[in-house]
C-alpha cells in the first residue's frame, strides 16, 4: 500500500509502498477514503524536520535530553548510530482520517466489516491506503456520510473539547486567540450555539475569513483599536471566556512572562505568610495540637467541594462528561465463619505461649519507653515472646497516652 511519509533527518517528503499495518487487539483497520492535511500542526512538522540538526535540538529538547541519557548509558559510537537510524527513517504523517472498515479485531464490539468511520490519532490516522486505528479513536458514520468533511473529525474534535471546557451558555461571549483551522472550526462550532464571537489574530487574511465566515467580530492583534472594539462589542462588560487556538514558535512560551512570574511570587509569599504563622505559634506540633492545621484543611476541602457542587471547578467524570457504568458486581464479602477462626487461633496462641516471658517483654518495652532509648528491639523482643499487637500498643498508649484531636469548626 502507499503511504506518505518524511524523513526526520532532511524533511524529504515521500510517498512510498509499505506493507499494510498490523491489526493488533482493540483495533480496527480501515481503507482511507480522505485523510486531513492540517497546515499548523503538520506544517511545524515538516519545517522542524528540515531545520538543522541544532535547530532541531532547540525545538525537541526532550529527546535531546533522551539522547544524553543513552550517551550515559550506551557511550558515543552507539549512540550516534542509534540516532542516525532515526533520523534516516521514514515517519508517517497525519492524525485525522474517514474511511470504511475493513477488518475488525475479536475483541472489538460496535464496528463491523462495510462501517464508514472517522479516525484520529498520530501514528494511526495517517496519510496512507490503509490504517490500523484503535477502536477508541474512531467513531461510527452514518452510511450517506460526506466522508471528505468526516476527515476534519479530528480538529472538531480539538476545538470542541475547548469550548466544553469553557463553559459558556447561549448568549455569552467568547473571544478565540488564533484564527487557524481549529480557531475557525472553533467559532463555527460557538456560534452554532448561540455564543457571540470575536475572533483575534495576527494575520489579517485569517481575520479576513473569520469576519466573513464564523466570528461576529474579528481584529488584528496589532491593528488599532482592538481594547475599544472589545470594549463595545461587549458593551464594556468584557468576554465571558477566552479560547486559545494558536501556536508558539517556542516550547516555553511563558517564559519571561511578568504574568508568570507575578503567580510564582504569590505562591512563595502564601506560602512564607503559612510558615510565618505556624512558627510563631511554636512549630508545627503545637498548631496541630492547637486544632489550626486540622482547621485549614477542613477549609480548603470544603472550598473545594463547594466548587465542584456549583461547577465552577471541573473534574471530568464527576460533574462533567460523565458516562453510564455498571454497577460493580461480585463485590468481596469476608466470610463471618473468619471471624470466629480468628478468634479461636488468637486464643490457642495465648494458651500455648509462655506468659511469664510475654509479661517479661511487655515490662522491657514499656521501661524503654519511659526513657529515651530506641523502641525497636523492645518491640521485636515482644513479637518473638508472641505477645499481640494489641498488647504492644497497649504498653505504648499507657506511656504516651492517645492523641485526642482538637475540635475545630469552620468559618
Not at 40 to 69: M, W
Not at 276 to 282: V, Y
Not at 309 to 316: A, I, Y
Not at 377 to 392: D, Q, R, S
Amino acid at each position: 500500500m502507499k503511504q506518505l511519509t518524511q524523513k526526520l533527518k532532511n524533511g524529504q517528503m515521500q510517498v512510498i509502498e509499505v506493507p499494510p499495518p498490523l491489526l493488533r487487539s482493540g483495533m480496527v483497520m480501515v481503507r482511507n477514503h480522505y485523510s486531513l492535511i492540517s497546515a499548523g500542526t503538520e506544517g511545524s512538522t515538516v519545517q522542524a524536520a528540515r531545520k538543522s540538526i541544532i535547530g532541531k535540538a532547540k525545538e525537541r529538547p526532550q529527546q535531546v535530553k533522551q539522547v544524553f541519557e543513552l550517551l550515559k548509558q550506551k557511550g558515543p559510537i552507539q549512540t550516534y548510530r542509534s540516532v542516525m537510524k532515526k533520523l534516516d527513517a521514514y515517519s508517517p504523517l497525519g492524525y485525522s482520517s474517514a474511511g470504511e472498515v475493513i477488518k475488525v479485531a475479536q475483541d472489538v464490539r460496535g464496528f463491523s466489516i462495510g462501517d464508514l468511520v472517522a479516525c484520529g490519532g498520530a501514528g494511526y490516522a495517517n496519510h496512507a491506503e490503509i490504517v490500523a486505528v484503535p477502536a477508541n479513536l474512531c467513531v461510527k458514520l452514518t452510511e450517506n456520510a460526506d466522508l471528505k468533511k468526516a476527515a476534519y473529525n479530528t480538529l472538531g474534535a480539538i476545538a470542541l473539547q475547548g469550548i466544553r471546557q469553557a463553559d459558556l451558555e447561549i448568549g455569552e461571549c467568547c473571544a478565540v486567540i488564533g484564527l487557524g483551522l481549529i480557531g475557525q472550526l472553533t467559532c463555527l462550532i460557538l456560534r452554532a450555539g448561540g455564543i457571540k464571537v470575536l475572533g483575534i489574530d495576527i494575520n489579517p487574511k485569517t481575520v479576513d475569513i473569520a469576519r466573513e465566515h464564523c466570528a461576529d467580530l474579528a481584529f488584528v492583534r496589532d491593528g488599532f483599536g482592538l481594547t475599544k472594539g472589545i470594549d463595545e462589542f461587549t458593551n464594556g462588560i468584557g468576554v465571558d471566556g477566552v479560547i486559545i487556538t494558536a501556536a508558539t514558535d517556542t516550547v516555553d512560551p511563558m517564559g519571561g512572562s511578568y504574568f508568570m512570574e507575578e503567580l510564582t511570587n504569590e505562591i512563595y509569599e502564601r506560602a512564607e505568610e503559612y510558615i510565618t504563622k505556624i512558627d510563631e505559634m511554636g512549630g508545627a506540633s503545637a498548631a496541630i495540637e492547637k486544632g489550626y492545621i486540622q482547621k485549614e484543611i477542613q477549609d480548603s476541602a470544603y472550598v473545594y467541594q463547594r466548587e465542584i457542587e456549583k461547577n465552577e471547578r471541573v473534574v471530568v467524570g464527576l460533574n462533567r462528561f460523565q458516562v453510564e457504568e455498571e454497577k460493580p458486581t461480585n463485590l468481596l464479602r469476608v466470610d463471618p465463619t473468619v471471624r470466629i477462626s480468628q478468634i479461636e487461633k488468637l486464643e490457642k496462641l495465648r494458651s500455648e505461649r509462655d506468659p511469664q516471658r510475654v509479661q517479661k517483654s511487655l515490662e522491657e518495652l514499656k521501661g524503654v519507653a519511659e526513657g529515651d532509648q530506641n523502641l525497636m528491639m523492645p518491640i521485636l523482643n515482644a513479637v518473638k515472646a508472641y505477645a499481640t499487637l494489641g498488647e504492644i500498643c497497649d504498653v505504648l498508649r499507657g506511656v504516651f497516652g492517645e492523641y485526642q484531636q482538637a475540635a475545630t469548626v469552620g468559618k
